[in-house]
């Protein structure tokens, strides 16, 4: 070994011949356990990666290499999500066009990833404009049109004056487009494409209970799925015969207490309904919430506002007439756009019958038998009153009796709503995968490409600039849009909208199995085998957009026969978001990206990696400090010199002293464990510790077990260096083939342990006790504390709960 660790000469040394080897190939033998370990599907943006970026792609690395060495086929393959606005934005800004961008892009992040010694099978790579690729998107899309999933409708949908194409529900965040977060996103009214992703709502519910993702993941694809039970009722319109309002609601117990009705600005009842005297006041707020995101108009903390139609509805179980106004703060798009306002129990209602001083009945009381408050809604389960049938039954009772009643009559049914609308998947762009339909000039309507005429290729063409029209450039390519139709053989135009790119990014997991299949998406043999992923990783950004619809396909999927497995990705983990060092988002605009190449050039792969593990736990955001990359990489100098020493002195074959081993088993025991459990910053900080006790050792008597078990330890998170320092100690073949080392849990139990004493859930003492002591000795010890006495100030104790080694628990 060289005196000195140089990280720049052993680095590009052993990536050639790990290139050159295969050894990071996917394995073919079945007869060991698989491990599929996938990052989410990358977009290749021009800047690069950051080492925020790597945050991701390390972590999955090192699970990868630590999977190969306990035994597993992994399968850890790498490609492109290159399809869609961000990569034609792109060149549109830099006045190129994507073919030549897209190429370019992911060849360098390629590099990248195997200049920090990330081990991908990349004879797997994948990406999603290629017509190899996209074929096998357009035969899922006519997939779901075959099974009902896909189809055609007229609606106002949201635009982007930047994208200058529709955006989906999903893509508009705080009112704004998600990929250009300073604009104001509008209405269009235009036909569009739709995937039928509402008739999986309950199996996309009811499936977050199998798998395990974190809980805040769960909780937005809850909240945006947004399931609701009720009862769907309609109240007539008076004066206007065959009219009526037909509205959802989750407290149909308070039907009594309605004293207006509120719609949509937006609902075609408005123009049906608004009388003479009210019509010009009507349409100016019309215009003016059609101006406004759906955000905006929800804003809790945003003035109510709204105009009487000077149309009453009906309520048919107070026999009265009341108002219907109209306000911005109801949505055509959530229920039936229209909702009866019961003030007395909505806050939102109270605030605006206030406001507009409109009558307030109250039809809920505590069931304590106190008042509701007179200041604001009792919005609480209670006893009803004032409400004829139904008074004095408790709520839930309240609630079954009004909907029954309702289907008897003829004028409701119990009902259940959803929050979240059917997946708008038309863009008007031209980088984008073609839509495989047909609209035939003669009677045949629209009509799918046939599978044997796929793909359709998306024609290249010069002038790709949208045009704000509401029309794809690939309209003004006469070549592709004039076609013949499949059906009569007459003549016909294809669909010139593009589908989005989360289309391409719904099933490109399946692809990695078997990517040079071309006979059919994937090879059914090779997908029962890898999937369903075992460890996804990707940012928390991606809750309701593709994890929501990478989970519906694979449903559709397994409805159609072509897989066994209902949801992709049993496992999923987001990493922590890596800021740069002033605290903001790494940005090229902003001057403060740190790329993985200026790191490498500085202080090599492997000290980047390990600072990618130690700066802090995985899932949580931390800043970007140069300073600890300064530090790992002195850590591997203390590494290297420790093997140099061992090396020189002969590589002595004696057997490790007992404290030795017992600090070597402690060791394998914590890594391991912390690796599985994705603990990299303490799994290394155990190696450091370990690294710390062996420094003060002479070489003779460490031993050769402590030494090679710590290199082989060490080798996911530091590949390079461990396998100049694993061919040092005499070994052939490479460390990253390896058996992962294996611990005594005798050798491995601690001796002593910290114990810590809770006094209702609060941190009042630590007892240093031998390991596995006796509960009713430790129950003993701690009761006997001085801080504990203190804290329980004489109370006798109703629970003590002990976690063996770990934890007592005192609760009074």
């Excluded at 490479?734 to 810590?756: M, Y």
Aim: net charge neutral; charged share 25%; with cysteine.
């Amino acid at each position: 070994m060289n005196e000195r660790y140089d990280p720049k000469e052993i680095e590009p040394k052993w990536q050639a011949e790990w290139e050159r080897s295969g050894i990071y190939l996917t394995p073919t033998d079945r007869s060991r356990p698989k491990f599929y370990l996938l990052e989410m599907f990358p977009y290749p943006s021009g800047e690069g990666l950051s080492v925020g970026h790597l945050h991701n792609y390390v972590p999955c690395d090192v699970i990868g290499r630590f999977k190969r060495m306990t035994g597993h086929n992994v399968l850890h393959a790498m490609g492109w999500d290159a399809f869609g606005l961000p990569a034609e934005n792109d060149a549109l800004l830099k006045k190129l066009h994507p073919k030549e961008t897209v190429p370019r892009y992911a060849a360098n992040f390629k590099r990248q990833l195997k200049l920090v010694g990330c081990a991908y099978d990349w004879t797997r790579e994948i990406n999603s404009s290629t017509p190899e690729y996209y074929k096998w998107t357009q035969w899922f899309f006519l997939l779901l049109y075959k099974r009902g999933l896909a189809y055609r409708a007229v609606g106002a949908q949201w635009w982007c004056e930047k994208c200058l194409s529709i955006l989906a529900n999903e893509q508009v965040i705080d009112g704004c487009c998600w990929r250009h977060t300073d604009t104001a996103v509008t209405k269009k009214e235009l036909e569009q494409w739709y995937f039928r992703i509402t008739a999986y709502a309950d199996r996309l519910l009811e499936d977050l209970d199998t798998i395990d993702w974190p809980e805040r993941i769960k909780l937005m694809q809850r909240n945006w799925i947004g399931r609701s039970e009720g009862a769907e009722l309609a109240f007539p319109v008076a004066g206007h015969r065959g009219e009526e309002v037909r509205f959802f609601t989750t407290r149909p117990d308070t039907v009594f207490g309605v004293s207006f009705m509120v719609l949509a600005p937006e609902h075609p009842l408005v123009a049906r309904i608004t009388t003479p005297a009210q019509r010009a006041e009507v349409e100016r707020y019309v215009a003016q919430a059609r101006r406004q995101s759906e955000i905006e108009r929800l804003s809790t903390v945003k003035e109510k506002t709204g105009v009487f139609t000077g149309a009453y509805a009906h309520n048919l179980f107070t026999d009265k007439d009341i108002p219907i106004w109209i306000a911005d703060y109801v949505l055509m798009g959530y229920g039936t756009g229209a909702i009866m306002a019961a003030p007395g129990e909505d806050q939102r209602d109270f605030e605006f019958a206030r406001k507009y001083g409109l009558p307030i009945p109250r039809v809920t009381a505590p069931a304590d038998g106190s008042q509701p408050p007179a200041d604001r809604a009792f919005t609480e389960p209670g006893i009803t009153i004032n409400s004829g049938f139904i008074s004095g039954k408790p709520t839930a009772e309240a609630l079954a009796m009004v909907a029954q009643y309702a289907q008897e009559k003829g004028i409701g049914r119990a009902a259940v709503s959803y929050r979240m609308r059917d997946w708008l998947i038309s863009r008007q762009r031209y980088w984008g995968c073609p839509i495989p339909m047909v609209y035939c000039k003669g009677g045949c309507g629209i009509v799918p490409v046939p599978e044997d005429q796929l793909p359709v290729v998306l024609p290249d063409i010069k002038d790709y600039q949208p045009s704000g029209t509401g029309r794809s450039p690939l309209a003004n390519v006469p070549e592709f849009v004039n076609t013949t139709c499949p059906k009569c053989g007459g003549p016909g135009e294809r669909e010139t909208d593009t589908m989005d790119g989360f289309a391409c990014s719904s099933w490109y997991f399946l692809r990695f199995a078997s990517p040079h299949e071309s006979a059919a998406p994937f090879n059914r043999e090779a997908v029962d085998y890898w999937l369903p992923v075992d460890l996804y990783v990707g940012g928390a950004e991606h809750a309701v957009m593709h994890l929501l619809y990478a989970r519906m396909w694979t449903k559709v999927m397994y409805d159609a026969g072509l897989i066994n497995f209902k949801e992709p990705f049993p496992t999923l983990r987001n990493q922590g978001m890596i800021w740069a060092a002033d605290g903001q988002k790494m940005s090229k605009s902003k001057g403060n990206v740190v790329t993985p190449d200026s790191m490498v050039d500085k202080y090599g792969a492997d000290a980047l990696r390990l600072w990618e593990l130690f700066m802090g736990p995985f899932e949580e955001p931390t800043n970007w400090n140069e300073e600890g990359v300064v530090g790992t990489a002195r850590y591997l100098t203390r590494v290297w010199n420790l093997v140099r020493r061992f090396v020189e002195a002969g590589c002595p074959q004696g057997k490790p002293g007992e404290q030795t081993l017992r600090k070597m088993h402690q060791t394998i025991r914590t890594v391991t464990d912390h690796i599985e459990r994705l603990r990299f910053n303490t799994a290394l900080a155990a190696l450091m510790d370990e690294l710390n006790y062996l420094a003060r050792l002479e070489p003779a008597g460490i031993g050769r077990a402590a030494i090679e078990s710590y290199v082989l330890m060490l080798a996911p998170m530091a590949p390079h260096i461990t396998e100049e320092m694993w061919r040092a100690l005499g070994h052939s073949d490479s460390v990253h083939l390896q058996k992962w080392p294996g611990f005594d849990p005798a050798l491995a139990r601690d001796e002593v342990v910290t114990v810590v004493v809770q006094i209702n859930g609060k941190v009042r003492d630590k007892l240093e006790i031998a390991a596995d002591t006796a509960e009713e000795r430790v129950r003993t010890l701690a009761l006997e504390s001085a801080a504990v006495k203190r804290h329980l100030d004489g109370k006798t104790p109703k629970k003590v709960i002990y976690v063996p080694n770990k934890l007592l628990s005192i609760v009074v």
